[in-house]
Structure formats: C-alpha cells, structure tokens
C-alpha cells in the first residue's frame, strides 16, 4: 500500500525558508514520479514541483528560482526546499507520486499535506 507523509510546513517570516520532505512507503521508490502541490481553500490545486524517475525536475513559474525539489532514493524521501518565501505562498502543500508508466494521466497517490504560513 503506498503511503506518503508530508513533514516540515511551519509558520516563518517573508523572506525565510522552509524544507518540506514526504516519506514515501509501500511502493518501489525509483519507478515512480513525484511531485509537490499546494491549494488553498476554495482555490484550484496548482502543481508546484515535479521531478520524473530520471531526475528531471519542473517547476511552476511562479515558484521558479525560489523552490527547489530533489529526492534521497535511499531514504525514499522527497524534498521541497522553499527559499525567498512570500505570503502568497501561504497554503497546503501536497505531495504525490505516481508510477512511471502512468505519470501522464496525473498522480495517483496523495499524502495528507502539510500546512505552510508565511507572514509579511
């Protein structure tokens, strides 16, 4: 059963930095993409960051420079390094992840999300 559990969301100043990871479980870490998301309440779910199994990694414009996504295979862990925050940022973030074979239809598994608050 894949299971992935988000840590690290918190409440830092404008300008601060924060590190989100996602223990993933259940599933062979490497065959799959994973990725980051946020949504706020009543707004549209925005992809953040992506990378596929081959390290290959996408950002949302308006994130660019600022966020920065990477994984531990070893540990199964996804990281979501987020510098520069701003209180836009301000929302649940998401991690997902996806066999590879299905990563064009959308990700399939979900964590629970972590809470991230930016305060001007």
């Known amino acids: 059963q894949v299971q992935l559990v988000e840590s690290g969301g918190g409440s830092v100043q404008s300008g601060g930095s924060l590190r989100l990871s996602c223990a993933a479980s259940?599933?062979?870490?490497?065959?799959?993409?994973m990725g980051w998301f946020r949504q706020a309440p009543g707004k549209e779910r925005e992809g953040v960051a992506a990378?596929?199994?081959?390290?290959?990694?996408s950002y949302a414009d308006s994130v660019k420079g600022r966020f920065t996504i990477s994984q531990d295979n070893a540990k199964n862990t996804l990281y979501l390094q987020m510098n520069s925050l701003k209180p836009e940022d301000t929302t649940m973030y998401y991690c997902?992840?996806?066999?590879?074979?299905?990563?064009?239809?959308?990700?399939?598994?979900w964590g629970q999300g972590t809470q991230v608050t930016v305060s001007s």
């Open positions: 997902a992840a996806e066999d590879v074979v299905r990563c064009h239809r959308g990700f399939g598994y």
């Open positions: 259940g599933y062979t870490y490497s065959s799959y993409c």
């Open positions: 990378i596929d199994s081959d390290g290959s990694t």
